[in-house]
Each structure stands twice: as structure tokens, then as C-alpha cells.
């Protein structure tokens, strides 16, 4: 036994399962066995969790980690989502290797502080050639459980798309990286820390023949699907007069609709096409911050639980969202959900649930990560809320975590290794990290 985190006030196992007093044994990766307090076993390594909340890790389904080179940036800041998306376009088109790889490390360590131990990542601009590549780098240098995307756009403004030519590519670009990433990076086994997947930007942002070879290439693989599906009432009218039909039609009438997709944001669904997304088992990630940020709307997550989609959560990109913390994603879910359907609708444990299970559902982890049940990957998260915060909340620890706060991960473990300890990410090369990290925002802020 490698690892033992014991003296929890609550270990939340599962939807299921809590048990006061908890322990958490690990071994190899995998958590080995739970208990409650006095039947522990010998371990070679043990974490106090000092009375305080474990829950399993937070697996984030939709977010943009190079936008964290332009965070609230003021130009872009109050404007529509396709008025931001155009003001902003120019600048990533600085993007390059370096950039990808120190945003995706200061990225991934600001997620595991907000108790992320899975992420994806929507990298949809390729300027240059292996950002992929570098995100992937970060990640192993880290430790972090990391969903890879190569992402895409082929329509520029030229074609009556969005960005500018420089941060596009032509579909036998696209199609050819994607199977040599598929190639070099994915890992389908049991417990994997890196994964692919294909990603086109939003289904108007890539031409039809993309969009269906892409489906195609992911079925030759076997590997998932993710775009933004329905986010906007313009995508409407875009698909309308581009296509002749709405979003979701496109996305079925290009191979998009089955169990292999998860899509981001999915706020525009008429009824009819929510039912038929629930009947394919499409996912989505819902994305509350970014969404209320730029006031486009929000999911009706009650009802696509109702109907059985699989729902996670999102923190989308960091030049939305403007952070980075599953913690406040999952309690902005829970506020939202409160707010949109009324005060039964959405419970903390509703909303841990959705950032644990639902999300690993969305990206295809079957039963490893999202609970803490022996054999599940040990990802896990001990979260400390300051006393003065905490005072008088007695009766509910998980009510408590999402109610009071802020909440931050004290401890974060990913496949058994501590990248979070005493509330400080633990990578070493992070001071280094963000001091080029300023250096490239800087510039790339500057230079346009």
C-alpha cells in the first residue's frame, strides 16, 4: 500500500456512499480500500486529511487552457460571443509551442488547486505546428490526467467563417495531424493518463466534408468527439442561412450524433432536439461562469438529466471564465441550477455529482475516475474551508463545501500522487513556468 488518507470528517465515496471518519488506501494508481475511523491499515506514505471534506477529484469536460495568455482582457471583455471571439483571434494567433506548453503547465496547476484531477482541453487554433504536443508535455511533466484534443477551424472570415486565415488550416492539415496525434499519443487502456480526441471548433467554424471525415476518424480509432454545439441564438441564423437547417440537424446530418460525442454548452436545443441528443447519449459539458459572463443563456441541466444525457461540468476558457477552479464551476452549477428551475432542483450533492461522475461520463472514462470505490483511479481531493468560513456549519460537510467557501483543494491526488499539499501545487518547475508565462501574455497583448 503506497498512500493512506485517513481522519476525514466525511469521505464521500460515491453518490452512494459516505462514510464519518473515512480513510482511503492507494496502490499503483488505484484506490485499494475505504473505511471508517479505527480499522486503517499500514501504508507507506499517509496524508492527514485533519477532519476535513474528501471527495473524489473534479473532472473538468470543456475548457480553453491557452487563453489563460489573455485573461480579462479589457478590450473583449463586455462584448457578444462573437464579438469577443473576433477581437481575440488576432492575438492567439501568436500562439506557438512554447506558449501552448507554459499556459497548459501554469493551466493544469491552477486546476488541480481548484480540485481538478482530469481535464480536457478544446485547443482549437493552430497557427504553427505541435501545440498538441506540448500540451501533452505539460501534462506528463506534471502528472495530470489529461484529455487531449486536437481541435480545429478551416473556415476563415475569407470563407464566411470567424477568424482570420492565420489561425486556420485546409481539412487534409487537420485530418492528417489528427491521426498522427492519435498515433503517437492515445492511450485506450484502463487508467490512462493521456488520451485524444477530436475537436472541431463548432460545426460553421469547418467545413461539412471536415466535420464528417472527423466522425469517420474517430470511429477508425475509437476515439471521442467534442465541438460547441448550440451555445449562441447567431448560430442559429449562421447554420440557417449557411446550411438551410439548425445547428443540431447539421450536427446529425454530419455523423455527429451518437454516444462517441460530448458538446459544450448546448443551451439553444428546441425540445425535439434535446430528445433526440438524450436518445443518441450525446453528452455535454455545462458551462455556468462563462455562460452568465457573456450573458448567452444556460442549459437546462435538470431536464437533460431527466432524459439521461450524461451532464459534467465545464470551466471553459480562461478568457471567459477568467479562472480556472472546478470548485467555483460546480458551485456556480448549483446556484444556477437553484435559480433557473427553483430550490429543489439542485442539491451540492446533485452538483458533486455532475462534476464527478456526469463529467466522466462525458469523456468516455467509463467507471475509473468520478467515484472512490476500490478499483477506481485514486484521484482524489481533500478540501479545506477556513474555520471562520465553516463557523456554525455542523449539520451537512458536503452542503457546507459548496454553500460556505471559497473552498480550496488542501490536498489534490492524482493516480495516487500528491500535485496539490497544504493548498500549494507541488511541480517544480511552476515559479519558472510563470515567469514566462507574463513574459508571452505580455507580448502577446502588446504586439497587436
Known sequence: MELLVRDAELL??????????????????RVTAVGPAGT????????SAAGRLITPGLVNTHHHIYQNLT?????????????????????????????????????????LMGGCTTSSDHLYVHPR?????????AARDIGFRFHATRGSMTRSVEDGGLPPRSVTQTDEEVLADSERLIRAHHDPSPGALIRVALVPCSP???????????????????VRLHTHLAEDRDEDTYCLRTYGCRPVEYFEDTGWMSDRTWVAHCIYPNDAELRRLAAAGVGVAHCPSSNMLIGGGTARVREMREMGLPVGIGCDGSASTDHASLWMETRGALLLGRYRDGPGAMTARDAL??????????????????????????DLVVWDLH??????????????????????????VVAGRVLVDRGEPVPPGLADALRTHGRIARRMQQDV
Open 71 to 111: 485573461r480579462a482582457y479589457a478590450p473583449a471583455v463586455n462584448g457578444s460571443l462573437f464579438d469577443w471571439l473576433t477581437t481575440l483571434y488576432p492575438l492567439w494567433a501568436a500562439l506557438d509551442e512554447e506558449a501552448a506548453h507554459v499556459s497548459a503547465y501554469v493551466g493544469m496547476a491552477e486546476l
Open 204 to 222: 460553421f467554424s469547418v467545413t461539412r466534408e471536415l466535420m464528417t471525415a472527423t466522425a469517420e476518424l474517430a470511429e477508425r480509432h475509437d
Open 129 to 137: 505546428p505541435g501545440l498538441v504536443d506540448a500540451e501533452i508535455r
Open 40 to 47: 486503517e491499515p499500514e501504508a507507506q506514505a499517509t496524508v
Open 353 to 378: 455529482d455532475i462534476a464527478t461522475h456526469g463529467s466522466a461520463r462525458c469523456l468516455g472514462r467509463g467507471d475509473e475516475p468520478g467515484h472512490l470505490r476500490p478499483g477506481a483511479c485514486a
Open 387 to 412: 474555520e471562520v468560513a465553516r463557523a456554525g456549519a455542523f449539520s451537512d460537510p458536503v452542503e457546507a463545501w459548496l454553500r460556505c467557501g471559497p473552498a480550496r483543494a488542501w490536498t489534490t
Open 12 to 29: 464521500v465515496v460515491d453518490g452512494e456512499r459516505e462514510i464519518p471518519g473515512g480513510w482511503l488506501a492507494t496502490a499503483g494508481g
